[in-house]
């Protein structure tokens, strides 16, 4: 509690010094500030923000998941993919019920085949479980969403492996 009163003063504080500052100071501290930004955002053609859904095919395992590229070449770049995983399948183990599963691949152009970069799981109806991924010089990218069983790697109703557009 005695953080945010502090961090609370402290803005105030800066607040006052900075509407006391004479105007022409101001603008000068402004326009270098834009200056800066305009040239940082222009660092790299290729700086990717997106975001997606999956679902299985019988719907029951959906993924929801933003990704980021920074970098614009395909062997200097860094990936980044962050989502989460739901369960919405409402049976039992006993009758059947089965875990949300989703599988993220990398392909990078030094290799020949695709690295699984990762492999998650939620099992409980209803539930949510987050994770993230991160993975460098890739030039592609594809994920799929499944379901598997609760002591098993065998999946089921998996979706179409989604190539994610990476820029390249």
Known sequence: MKNIIRSA????ATTGLVLTVAPA???????????????????????IDESFEQESRNGRATLEADYSVRGDEE???TFRLRGELYDGDRRTLRQGGRCAYVEVQAF????????VVKRDRVCSYDDTKRFRVTAHDVSEVRVKTCQVKYRSSSTSSCSRWERLDLGF
């Open 9 to 12: 003063i402290a803005v105030a």
């Open 25 to 47: 100071a101001f603008a000068a501290t402004s326009a270098s500030a834009s200056t800066a930004s305009s040239a940082s955002s222009g660092a790299s053609a290729r700086d």
């Open 75 to 77: 062997d200097d770049n």
């Open 108 to 115: 990078s152009s030094d290799e020949d085949e695709w690295d």
